[in-house]
């Protein structure tokens, strides 16, 4: 691949066939997930089955729609989100073949092990919350309701909504590590200063988890908690990167010129 500087026209139009590519994948995939809209709705009810198997209730009788247009606007809406979610990692990868040419050889050496770490760990944070901590809320948000003699019935649509935020929130709170390890590979964080500010940390990571969830406290501890573990983990990835960074060489003094 050529390193030479291309005319600002050229670069315009890399930036729209880049814009088409993504639009058409985008819309690609959603139509292909609004023909399996029932079945993707069906695994987004699972956590809540779970949660109200434990009750000896069912799905069909807990969630509920109210208004006319809800049904519709849902299966629209589930088959757009999840064509999108399909699209993204071909999304990335026209973005990543747009900057390429722009990155240092040290750069683009980073590029596809970032990706592929940072797609991993959005999707263990996704995984992480569809089988550990949504059963256990919805679970939670149930016998909540029950002690203070309310039977829950949910709308479909918040349902959805609670769900989808949930994961979203956990998939990109798994991208901590990643973001740390970065950080300390271009020389910004150390070991020492991750330490030092963890009680910083702990309050931002309290204020990210209080506007990634809906609102109530329990979700915003079930994504804080995760988190600081995931901050002290990283802490131990900044000092293993700090022990195997190659040490630059020394000015010999005793030389003279």
Request: proline share 6%; glycine share 8%; net charge neutral.
């Amino acid at each position: 691949m050529s390193d030479e500087p291309k005319p600002f026209l050229e670069h315009l139009e890399d930036f729209r066939t880049m814009l088409l590519k993504s639009v058409a994948v985008l819309a690609v995939n959603m139509m292909i997930c609004l023909l399996f809209v029932r079945k993707i709705l069906t695994l987004l009810q699972h956590p809540l089955a779970v949660a109200v198997g434990r009750h000896g209730g069912s799905v069909d009788k807990f969630l509920v729609s109210y208004n006319v247009m809800d049904t519709l606007t849902i299966i629209i809406q589930t088959g757009l989100m999840a064509g999108v979610v399909l699209a993204l990692p071909f999304i990335f990868y026209f973005i990543g073949q747009f900057i390429f040419p722009a990155l240092r050889p040290q750069e683009r050496r980073m590029l596809l092990p970032a990706f592929t770490v940072g797609g991993g760990l959005f999707l263990c944070g996704v995984v992480f919350c569809y089988f550990m901590i949504l059963p256990n809320t919805l679970d939670y948000m149930i016998e909540l309701g029950q002690w203070i003699h309310v039977e829950a019935r949910w709308t479909l649509l918040s349902y959805l909504s609670f769900v989808v935020q949930m994961m979203a929130a956990f998939g990109v709170a798994f991208e901590l590590p990643l973001l740390i390890s970065i950080l300390s590979l271009l020389g910004l964080v150390t070991k020492s200063q991750l330490l030092g500010y963890w009680r910083h940390a702990t309050v931002g990571i309290m204020i990210f988890a209080a506007c990634m969830t809906p609102g109530d406290v329990f979700s915003m501890f079930m994504l804080a908690g995760p988190m600081l573990v995931l901050y002290f983990l990283s802490i131990g990835c900044a000092a293993w990167i700090e022990r195997n960074r190659p040490v630059a060489p020394q000015p010999d003094e005793t030389a003279y010129p």
